[in-house]
């Protein structure tokens, strides 16, 4: 009796099986009025694809090139008579460069003022993008009773006439007069 059930069962799922030749589900998309690809030479299917499709978004055109001078230097600068400097292209890593925290004039971006010889002042102040290393530079001055600087490293990127700076390293230098 139990061989007959099992048997039963296996005729029933065979047969079921085997009579269900229709589709599952619909055609996902309409049929199309172009041949098919099969019935395609390799010329016509090449040449087809480099055709532009006119329904493909245009990149962006890329901005002139040649750098553009930074607003902060020349007559942007607060100090009379300074050179006109370029802005730093984006891209362009600072490598261990020593300098201060500021805020800039209206209190409202932190910038990174670059300790000079005090007689070129090539380099215009950048401004910091927010993130977490900001965030602790900002931590350190604030519980510090001293100015600090800083040594940092990071990406530069360029925006309206101004360079920003990416942080990846921050280090408080030590201050040289405070011995132990």
Same mark, same amino acid.
């Given at each position: 009796?139990?061989?007959?059930? +099992?048997?039963?069962?296996?005729?029933?799922?065979?047969?079921?099986?085997?009579g269900?030749?229709?589709?599952?589900?619909?055609? %996902? @998309?309409?049929?199309? &009025?172009? #041949?098919?690809?099969?019935?395609? &030479?390799?010329?016509?299917?090449?040449?087809?694809?480099?055709?532009?499709?006119?329904? !493909?978004?245009?990149?962006?055109?890329? &901005? #002139?090139?040649?750098? %553009?001078?930074?607003?902060?230097?020349?007559?942007?600068?607060?100090?009379?008579?300074? #050179?006109?400097?370029?802005?730093?292209?984006?891209? &362009?890593?600072?490598?261990?460069?020593?300098?201060r925290?500021?805020?800039?004039?209206?209190?409202?971006?932190?910038?990174?003022?670059?300790?000079?010889?005090?007689?070129?002042?090539?380099? #215009?102040?950048?401004? +910091?993008?927010?993130?977490l290393?900001?965030?602790?530079?900002?931590?350190?001055?604030?519980?510090?009773?001293?100015?600090?600087?800083?040594? +940092?490293?990071g990406? !530069?990127?360029?925006?309206?006439?101004?360079?920003? !700076?990416?942080?990846?390293?921050v280090?408080?230098?030590?201050d040289? @007069?405070?011995?132990?």
């Amino acid at each position: 009796m139990k061989t007959a059930m +099992i048997f039963a069962t296996l005729l029933f799922v065979a047969a079921y099986a085997v009579g269900d030749d229709a589709p599952a589900t619909a055609p %996902a @998309t309409a049929p199309t &009025t172009e #041949p098919a690809a099969r019935s395609l &030479t390799a010329e016509q299917m090449f040449s087809r694809m480099l055709r532009p499709s006119p329904s !493909v978004a245009r990149p962006l055109q890329p &901005t #002139p090139d040649g750098p %553009a001078p930074d607003k902060t230097s020349g007559v942007g600068a607060v100090a009379p008579g300074a #050179p006109t400097l370029n802005v730093l292209r984006e891209g &362009t890593y600072l490598v261990d460069r020593v300098g201060r925290l500021n805020r800039t004039s209206d209190g409202s971006q932190a910038e990174f003022t670059f300790d000079s010889d005090g007689k070129t002042m090539k380099d #215009p102040p950048v401004l +910091i993008l927010p993130n977490l290393k900001l965030m602790s530079m900002e931590n350190a001055v604030s519980s510090a009773n001293r100015d600090l600087r800083f040594r +940092i490293t990071g990406m !530069v990127t360029e925006y309206r006439g101004r360079n920003y !700076v990416l942080l990846e390293k921050v280090v408080v230098v030590p201050d040289p @007069t405070q011995q132990f």
